[in-house]
């Protein structure tokens, strides 16, 4: 009975822990400006080495996330889920003639490092255009291609309902399933890692350049191209006092939390528009998730 107490409160901390939901499409941010907070860190370098702000290219606004080729090695920070089943998805640009890398750890922050499933390359030693390459996953090396000059959605999903042991995982890169859903969350050794730490965007070379925007991450399956298509709208952002809600299907239902992954408002709307009283909620950054005829995503939004 105790163990089982501890193991469901363990469950309950880590769905409503900080990092349980955000999304972050970087217009909080000045261009040029190091990202250093909230999820973001870095590789122990106490922000000496963190990502920048960037208006070179931005798939949504103006902002995005970038990697340059200086070394820079940032990491987005997930929490260290050890249970649920978790949705990243984001979209990445990478120029002609440019490389760019990632992997995903097992812990964060890191000390050692713990490569899940090794190295993740994008044109490596820009050898490979449009060709990418994780090189160590439960499938061994997988390859698989992306378009250069344009942006494309990369995500990640890990299933953990059934602890680290038995979790499993799903890699689509642009539209195409690469590592396909179900597959060990372990490299080709079999080794399971701590848990589902955080993604480290290293500068892997001078020949380094790429960029990140719309961020998602959650225990809902966001996939922002189906959302997309619901042509959901939450404004003004910046809000003052009154939030629209606004799709081009009916809105089943809202819910909203602050940067602690605390649930602020829920209600029940069954209606195209609507509209939140966020008039008594402190400033700061809120995260508004949606469904919308079945689909779900999350948006954030600033008072």
Request: glycine fraction near 12%; charged fraction near 15%.
């Amino acid at each position: 009975m105790k163990k089982n107490y501890f193991l469901a409160a363990l469950f309950a901390f880590a769905m409503t822990s900080v990092y349980a939901q955000f999304s972050d499409d970087m217009e909080s941010y000045t261009p040029g400006q190091t990202v250093y907070e909230n999820w973001w860190t870095d590789w122990g370098c106490g922000g000496s080495c963190a990502g920048l702000a960037s208006d070179a290219h931005a798939q949504s606004g103006s902002v995005s996330f970038f990697v340059d080729g200086s070394g820079m090695d940032p990491v987005l920070d997930m929490g260290n889920k050890i249970f649920g089943t978790w949705y990243y998805t984001s979209y990445m640009y990478i120029p002609s003639g440019k490389e760019g890398y990632m992997n995903v750890q097992g812990t964060v922050p890191i000390g050692g490092g713990e490569w899940v499933i090794g190295n993740i390359f994008f044109n490596q030693d820009t050898t490979a255009p449009g060709e990418g390459l994780i090189d160590n996953s439960a499938l061994g090396a997988v390859s698989f291609t992306f378009p250069h000059d344009q942006w494309f959605e990369w995500t990640l999903n890990v299933d953990i309902s059934a602890g680290m042991s038995l979790a499993t995982m799903q890699i689509i890169v642009d539209g195409v399933e690469v590592i396909p859903a179900g597959t060990a969350f372990t490299d080709s050794a079999g080794t399971v890692p701590t848990s589902l730490g955080g993604l480290n965007y290293y500068s892997i070379s001078g020949n380094n350049e790429y960029y990140i925007d719309d961020i998602v991450f959650s225990d809902t399956n966001v996939g922002t191209q189906d959302f997309a298509t619901k042509g959901f709208q939450a404004y003004p952002n910046p809000v003052n006092n009154v939030l629209n809600l606004q799709a081009n299907e009916a809105i089943s239902n809202v819910a909203i939390f602050n940067v602690l992954g605390q649930e602020v408002y829920r209600a029940n709307i069954n209606a195209m528009t609507s509209q939140v009283d966020m008039s008594q909620m402190a400033s700061g950054a809120y995260f508004v998730k949606v469904n919308i005829g079945g689909t779900e995503g999350t948006v954030k939004v600033i008072k």
